[in-house]
């Protein structure tokens, strides 16, 4: 993305954290919410995921998963390649991802998804999604998730969306930590945290029981801290004059 592309990003987050009041939930600098603050910060999130933003990176559209997304959503959900490191089996048929899309509206209608839908710009195909899958406001700490079409796979598009989706955790919804997790084996994830900064906390063994087997969950994270310190390398290096 060119600096003026994250000039404009930067006024929209502006815009959008102005308007649902958001600007007092940076407050806080300890890692801890107290009981009026949680209650707050609860309230805007619901507000703020009710109506999620819609944003967009050089490559991506990030916006509400729609009820005719089950189309292209099926693609991806039957795909046991997609699934192998997740936490749900592939989708047995169309009617049943149809379900599911319907069921995201009154998700989202109560503020209670908080994941955008992705789609390629290039050819106007929803292939994934990425977000927030919980919120801890007693650490005020957020985990995020995402799933990728396979045909979309090596070419870096979560961790594009990931670096929005990231930022608007930290700087606009004021979370101080934002934790990821995937099951042994998943070296793509591995790599994708790594890339966004996210540093090795933990290892659950025998954590998860899928496919008649236990599995080890791994744990990365990163702080605000040390996700600015990063944005400035990235932002850094595009920038630099050769």
């Known amino acids: 993305m060119g600096e003026y592309i994250l000039k404009r990003l ?34 805007k999130i619901k507000e703020v995921f009710a109506d999620i933003p819609r944003f967009e990176t050089e490559r991506l559209i990030l916006r ?6 089950y ?3 099926y693609e991806y959900s039957a795909d046991a390649d997609v699934t192998r490191y997740l936490t749900w089996q592939p989708h047995a048929n ?14 989202y209608k109560a503020g209670k998804f908080f994941d955008w839908g992705l789609v390629h710009k290039e050819d106007g195909k929803f292939i994934g999604t990425c977000g927030l899958t ?13 799933v990728l079409s396979k045909k979309y ?13 990231m930022d608007f955790a930290f700087v606009y919804l004021g979370f101080e930590r934002i934790e990821g997790r995937f099951l042994e084996g ?6 994708v945290m790594q890339k966004m900064g996210m540093v090795f906390d933990k290892v ?39």
């Open 71 to 73: 189309i292209d959503m």
């Open 134 to 146: 919980t919120i801890n406001l007693n650490k005020n700490a957020c985990e995020v998730g995402y």
């Open 64 to 69: 509400k998963i729609r009820e005719i997304d």
């Open 186 to 191: 998943n070296v793509n994830s591995r790599k």
């Open 204 to 242: 659950a063994r025998n954590a998860f029981y899928i496919n008649g087997e236990y599995k080890a969950v791994h744990h990365y994270y990163i702080t605000r801290e040390m996700f600015e310190s990063k944005k400035k390398e990235r932002e850094t290096r595009r920038y630099a004059v050769k």
């Open 10 to 43: 930067k006024i929209m987050f502006q815009r959008i954290f102005s308007f649902f009041g958001l600007s007092d939930l940076n407050k806080s600098d300890g890692f801890e919410l107290n009981g009026a603050e949680k209650e707050i910060k609860a309230q």
């Open 153 to 165: 796979w090596g070419r870096g598009l979560i961790p594009e969306a990931l670096e929005l989706v």
């Open 94 to 107: 169309l009617s049943e991802t149809k379900r599911y899309a319907n069921d995201l509206q009154k998700r």
